[in-house]
């Protein structure tokens, strides 16, 4: 079931969401892990925007629809835990990054180029839900958005997009200018060749030599909570209303929701509302 339109307030997740409509056309285990984690991230980061969103009731259809294929899709995953999800969107954000890389210092960029470019910057990017990413993670992410934007720029000016770096020479942070959004960016067109990327854990492309396997994450730092009290229960036997039933349902997938998301503060809250619903 197609996601209702996604409120302007969570623009930030749009990438997320459109790799991850890309990778359902890919039957492989590792493109459906991958599809799953970019959605996730999505969640993640509609979750912390619902409150700015000017239309509270649509934001919640959204995450609420969204939650739904979540939902679905984790069910045809299997057993993963989130240590080997982790592992293999690394593993595609590699490769995926591999081919664009070899493409582009082959002298061979194109839009194609370009567009897989970015493409691996999102995936790098669905990784900060793990936790910290480490240096080499973080620089290819960068690296990948200035050679998006970049072979784009070149290609509207009429000119050769330079192979590799700026200068031919490996920075050791490399700049980021005015990374365009996805819509700046060609507008996917049929299946994207992540057909033709190698499956994880298999040989591909070599990656130029500055660049090695990202380190182990740093585990993600924990927000900080103060249990409280619930508040003490309604032994009136009052039998709640349907919408109180309704109500407390959604706080409650909220409060699962928060939990994928490690936000502890918000599945507290979300639950006592539940609660408070039913008492």
Do not use: H
């Not at 997320?16 to 959605?39: G, H, I, N, W």
């Not at 595609?92 to 567009?115: H, L, N, Y």
């Not at 090695?212 to 229960?233: E, G, L, N, S, Y």
């Amino acid at each position: 079931m197609p996601l209702p339109p996604i409120p302007p307030e969570f623009k930030p997740a749009k990438p997320f969401l459109q790799r991850a409509e890309e990778l359902d056309r890919d039957p492989s285990q590792e493109a459906s892990v991958t599809a799953y984690c970019c959605r996730q991230r999505a969640m993640e980061l509609g979750i912390a925007l619902r409150d700015k969103a000017s239309d509270a009731e649509a934001a919640t259809t959204f995450l609420l629809s969204l939650m739904d294929t979540l939902e679905s899709k984790k069910e045809k995953l299997g057993d993963l835990t989130r240590e080997e999800q982790e592992q293999v969107l690394c593993q595609f954000a590699e490769d995926v990054f591999a081919k664009a890389d070899a493409e582009d210092r082959a002298g061979k960029a194109s839009k194609s180029t370009a567009k897989t470019f970015y493409a691996a910057s999102i995936f790098f990017d669905a990784l900060s839900q793990f936790g910290e990413r480490g240096e080499e993670v973080e620089e290819k992410c960068r690296y990948a958005k200035y050679k998006a934007a970049d072979i784009i720029k070149c290609l509207k000016a009429g000119v050769r997009p330079e192979p590799g770096p700026p200068g031919g020479s490996e920075p050791a942070s490399p700049a980021t200018p005015d990374i365009p959004d996805a819509t700046a960016l060609p507008p996917p067109v049929a299946p994207p060749a992540y057909d033709e990327l190698p499956p994880a854990g298999k040989p591909s492309a070599p990656s130029p030599p500055a660049f090695q396997p990202p380190p182990a994450f740093a585990p993600p730092p924990r927000r900080q909570w103060t249990p409280q009290a619930p508040p003490p229960i309604n032994s009136s036997g009052r039998q709640p209303s349907k919408q109180q039933f309704a109500d407390a349902v959604e706080c409650c997938r909220f409060a699962i929701a928060a939990c994928d998301a490690r936000d502890a503060g918000l599945a507290l809250e979300r639950l006592k509302r539940a609660f408070e619903a039913l008492s």
